[in-house]
Protein backbone atom coordinates (compact mmCIF):
# COMPACT_ATOMS: atom_id res chain seq x y z
CA UNK A 1 0.00 0.00 0.00
CA UNK A 2 1.60 3.43 -1.27
CA UNK A 3 1.78 5.91 1.32
CA UNK A 4 0.00 8.57 -1.06
CA UNK A 5 -3.33 8.02 -2.75
CA UNK A 6 -4.14 8.48 -5.90
CA UNK A 7 -7.01 7.16 -7.97
CA UNK A 8 -5.97 3.96 -10.17
CA UNK A 9 -7.78 5.50 -13.27
CA UNK A 10 -8.63 9.09 -15.22
CA UNK A 11 -9.61 9.72 -18.57
CA UNK A 12 -10.75 12.42 -20.98
CA UNK A 13 -11.62 13.48 -24.28
CA UNK A 14 -8.40 15.41 -26.68
CA UNK A 15 -8.89 18.88 -25.60
CA UNK A 16 -10.24 18.23 -22.10
CA UNK A 17 -8.86 19.08 -18.68
CA UNK A 18 -8.24 16.41 -16.25
CA UNK A 19 -7.09 16.64 -12.74
CA UNK A 20 -5.64 13.52 -11.19
CA UNK A 21 -5.49 13.90 -7.09
CA UNK A 22 -3.19 12.97 -4.21
CA UNK A 23 -3.76 12.33 -0.77
CA UNK A 24 -0.97 11.99 1.92
CA UNK A 25 -1.40 13.43 5.64
CA UNK A 26 0.27 16.35 7.46
CA UNK A 27 3.17 14.15 7.90
CA UNK A 28 3.82 14.61 3.90
CA UNK A 29 1.92 16.33 1.30
CA UNK A 30 0.51 18.75 3.85
CA UNK A 31 3.86 19.90 5.80
CA UNK A 32 5.75 20.63 3.28
CA UNK A 33 5.58 22.39 -0.17
CA UNK A 34 7.59 19.63 -1.84
CA UNK A 35 5.24 17.83 -3.88
CA UNK A 36 6.17 16.16 -7.34
CA UNK A 37 4.52 14.53 -10.50
CA UNK A 38 5.98 12.66 -13.21
CA UNK A 39 4.65 10.80 -16.70
CA UNK A 40 5.60 7.28 -17.34
CA UNK A 41 5.36 5.92 -20.67
CA UNK A 42 5.47 2.22 -20.70
CA UNK A 43 8.73 0.83 -20.94
CA UNK A 44 10.43 4.15 -20.45
CA UNK A 45 11.79 6.04 -16.97
CA UNK A 46 9.86 8.36 -15.21
CA UNK A 47 9.96 12.14 -16.30
CA UNK A 48 9.73 14.96 -14.04
CA UNK A 49 6.95 17.02 -14.93
CA UNK A 50 6.12 19.24 -11.98
CA UNK A 51 8.49 20.06 -8.63
CA UNK A 52 7.49 22.01 -5.36
CA UNK A 53 3.58 21.66 -5.89
CA UNK A 54 3.64 23.67 -9.05
CA UNK A 55 7.07 24.27 -10.59
CA UNK A 56 7.42 23.67 -14.15
CA UNK A 57 11.03 22.35 -15.10
CA UNK A 58 12.00 23.78 -19.17
CA UNK A 59 10.64 21.81 -21.62
CA UNK A 60 7.51 20.63 -19.99
CA UNK A 61 3.96 22.18 -21.79
CA UNK A 62 2.28 24.60 -19.89
CA UNK A 63 -0.59 22.65 -20.38
CA UNK A 64 0.67 20.76 -17.06
CA UNK A 65 -0.05 22.56 -13.62
CA UNK A 66 -0.03 21.77 -9.92
CA UNK A 67 -1.27 22.95 -6.83
CA UNK A 68 -1.98 21.95 -3.09
CA UNK A 69 -4.68 22.41 -0.69
CA UNK A 70 -4.28 21.01 2.54
CA UNK A 71 -3.29 16.76 2.28
CA UNK A 72 -4.23 16.87 -1.27
CA UNK A 73 -2.21 17.74 -4.54
CA UNK A 74 -3.47 17.85 -7.33
CA UNK A 75 -2.19 17.94 -11.13
CA UNK A 76 -3.87 19.25 -13.92
CA UNK A 77 -3.61 18.85 -17.46
CA UNK A 78 -5.41 20.99 -20.08
CA UNK A 79 -6.26 20.79 -23.77
CA UNK A 80 -5.26 16.96 -23.27
CA UNK A 81 -3.20 15.47 -26.31
CA UNK A 82 -2.68 12.29 -27.10
CA UNK A 83 0.57 11.69 -25.95
CA UNK A 84 -0.15 12.41 -22.49
CA UNK A 85 -1.71 9.00 -22.41
CA UNK A 86 0.66 7.56 -19.08
CA UNK A 87 1.04 6.70 -15.91
CA UNK A 88 1.61 9.76 -13.46
CA UNK A 89 3.04 9.31 -9.96
CA UNK A 90 3.36 12.07 -7.55
CA UNK A 91 5.61 12.22 -4.31
CA UNK A 92 6.45 14.34 -1.55
CA UNK A 93 8.86 15.09 1.09
CA UNK A 94 8.01 13.08 4.17
CA UNK A 95 10.44 14.53 6.78
CA UNK A 96 14.43 12.88 7.32
CA UNK A 97 12.93 9.62 9.26
CA UNK A 98 10.80 8.63 4.92
CA UNK A 99 12.36 11.19 3.24
CA UNK A 100 10.13 10.78 -0.10
CA UNK A 101 6.97 8.91 -0.57
CA UNK A 102 5.23 8.03 -3.59
CA UNK A 103 1.95 7.62 -4.62
CA UNK A 104 0.16 4.27 -6.20
CA UNK A 105 0.01 5.84 -9.56
CA UNK A 106 -2.94 6.68 -11.94
CA UNK A 107 -3.55 5.36 -15.39
CA UNK A 108 -4.14 8.75 -17.39
CA UNK A 109 -6.07 7.22 -21.00
CA UNK A 110 -7.05 9.59 -23.68
CA UNK A 111 -10.71 8.79 -24.77
CA UNK B 1 22.63 15.09 -18.24
CA UNK B 2 23.14 10.99 -18.78
CA UNK B 3 22.96 8.42 -16.11
CA UNK B 4 23.81 4.70 -16.67
CA UNK B 5 22.58 2.12 -14.19
CA UNK B 6 24.51 -1.54 -14.12
CA UNK B 7 24.52 -4.75 -12.25
CA UNK B 8 21.11 -5.87 -12.72
CA UNK B 9 20.77 -9.33 -13.01
CA UNK B 10 19.28 -12.68 -11.71
CA UNK B 11 20.32 -13.57 -8.28
CA UNK B 12 19.15 -16.09 -5.68
CA UNK B 13 17.27 -15.58 -2.36
CA UNK B 14 19.95 -14.29 0.14
CA UNK B 15 22.81 -13.27 -2.22
CA UNK B 16 24.05 -9.68 -2.61
CA UNK B 17 23.85 -7.32 -5.42
CA UNK B 18 25.59 -4.18 -6.22
CA UNK B 19 24.50 -1.66 -8.47
CA UNK B 20 26.65 1.25 -10.28
CA UNK B 21 25.35 4.49 -12.19
CA UNK B 22 27.06 6.14 -14.01
CA UNK B 23 26.75 10.02 -14.77
CA UNK B 24 28.07 12.37 -16.76
CA UNK B 25 26.66 16.18 -18.04
CA UNK B 26 26.57 17.78 -15.65
CA UNK B 27 29.03 18.35 -12.03
CA UNK B 28 27.92 14.92 -10.05
CA UNK B 29 29.79 16.27 -7.10
CA UNK B 30 26.99 19.02 -6.52
CA UNK B 31 23.96 17.58 -6.79
CA UNK B 32 22.09 14.72 -4.07
CA UNK B 33 21.44 11.40 -5.66
CA UNK B 34 18.68 8.75 -5.28
CA UNK B 35 17.82 5.35 -6.21
CA UNK B 36 13.90 4.79 -7.04
CA UNK B 37 12.35 1.04 -7.82
CA UNK B 38 9.68 -0.35 -10.01
CA UNK B 39 8.59 -3.92 -9.00
CA UNK B 40 7.18 -5.46 -12.30
CA UNK B 41 3.79 -3.79 -13.46
CA UNK B 42 3.98 -2.04 -9.77
CA UNK B 43 4.59 1.63 -9.24
CA UNK B 44 7.68 3.55 -8.11
CA UNK B 45 9.33 3.25 -4.73
CA UNK B 46 12.10 5.18 -3.24
CA UNK B 47 15.03 3.40 -2.07
CA UNK B 48 17.34 5.68 -0.86
CA UNK B 49 18.74 9.21 -1.10
CA UNK B 50 22.68 10.30 -0.66
CA UNK B 51 23.72 14.03 -0.87
CA UNK B 52 26.54 15.41 -2.54
CA UNK B 53 29.26 14.97 0.04
CA UNK B 54 27.90 11.91 1.61
CA UNK B 55 26.49 14.20 4.77
CA UNK B 56 22.88 12.96 4.55
CA UNK B 57 21.98 9.12 3.75
CA UNK B 58 18.06 8.11 4.05
CA UNK B 59 16.93 4.79 3.49
CA UNK B 60 13.32 3.24 2.99
CA UNK B 61 11.88 1.53 6.24
CA UNK B 62 11.18 -1.70 3.64
CA UNK B 63 15.13 -1.90 2.68
CA UNK B 64 16.92 -0.24 6.18
CA UNK B 65 19.75 -2.35 7.22
CA UNK B 66 19.64 -4.62 3.49
CA UNK B 67 21.18 -1.62 1.66
CA UNK B 68 23.91 0.61 1.65
CA UNK B 69 24.11 3.68 -0.62
CA UNK B 70 27.60 5.23 -1.53
CA UNK B 71 29.10 7.83 -3.86
CA UNK B 72 32.52 8.22 -5.70
CA UNK B 73 32.35 11.78 -6.89
CA UNK B 74 36.06 11.55 -8.40
CA UNK B 75 34.38 8.97 -10.72
CA UNK B 76 31.03 10.04 -11.54
CA UNK B 77 29.74 7.20 -9.68
CA UNK B 78 26.53 6.23 -7.65
CA UNK B 79 26.30 2.62 -6.09
CA UNK B 80 23.83 0.44 -4.30
CA UNK B 81 25.32 -2.54 -2.29
CA UNK B 82 22.08 -4.64 -1.94
CA UNK B 83 22.55 -7.75 0.42
CA UNK B 84 20.06 -10.63 1.91
CA UNK B 85 17.84 -10.33 -1.52
CA UNK B 86 14.28 -11.25 -1.33
CA UNK B 87 11.73 -12.16 -4.09
CA UNK B 88 10.20 -8.73 -3.38
CA UNK B 89 13.28 -7.09 -4.44
CA UNK B 90 12.63 -7.96 -7.76
CA UNK B 91 12.24 -4.55 -9.73
CA UNK B 92 13.58 -1.82 -12.18
CA UNK B 93 15.90 0.18 -10.20
CA UNK B 94 16.16 3.39 -11.23
CA UNK B 95 19.22 5.77 -10.56
CA UNK B 96 17.96 9.70 -10.44
CA UNK B 97 19.41 13.23 -9.96
CA UNK B 98 17.59 15.04 -7.65
CA UNK B 99 16.46 18.80 -8.10
CA UNK B 100 19.42 21.62 -7.84
CA UNK B 101 17.31 23.68 -5.39
CA UNK B 102 16.71 21.07 -2.53
CA UNK B 103 17.29 16.63 -2.54
CA UNK B 104 13.40 16.89 -1.12
CA UNK B 105 12.34 18.95 -4.21
CA UNK B 106 12.15 15.88 -6.83
CA UNK B 107 14.03 14.22 -9.09
CA UNK B 108 15.14 15.61 -12.43
CA UNK B 109 17.23 13.24 -14.22
CA UNK B 110 16.56 9.49 -14.53
CA UNK B 111 18.10 6.86 -15.87
CA UNK B 112 16.96 3.69 -18.25
CA UNK B 113 17.01 1.65 -14.99
CA UNK B 114 18.60 -1.88 -14.15
CA UNK B 115 16.60 -5.17 -13.86
CA UNK B 116 17.13 -6.79 -10.63
CA UNK B 117 15.59 -10.41 -10.43
CA UNK B 118 16.05 -12.31 -7.67
CA UNK B 119 14.68 -16.03 -7.94
CA UNK B 120 15.78 -19.54 -7.09
Same mark, same amino acid.
Given at each position: &???? $? &???????????? *? !???? $?????? *??????????? &????????????????????????????????????????? &????????????? !??????? *????? $??? $??? | ???????????????????? @?????? %? +?????????? /?????????????????????????????? %?????????????????????? %????? @??????? %????? +????? /?? #??? #????
Amino acid at each position: &QSAL $T &QPPSASGSPGQS *V !AISC $TGTSSD *VGGYNYVSWYQ &QHPGKAPKLMISEVSKRPSGVPDRFSGSKSGNTASLTVSGL &QAEDEADYYCSSH !AGDNNFV *VFGGG $TKL $TVL | VQLVESGGGLVKPGESLRLS @CAASGF %T +FSTYSMNWVR /QAPGKGLEWVSSISSSSDYIYYAHSLKGRV %TVSRDNARSSLYLQMNSLRAED %TAVYY @CARAVPA %TAKAG +FDYWG /QG #TLV #TVSS
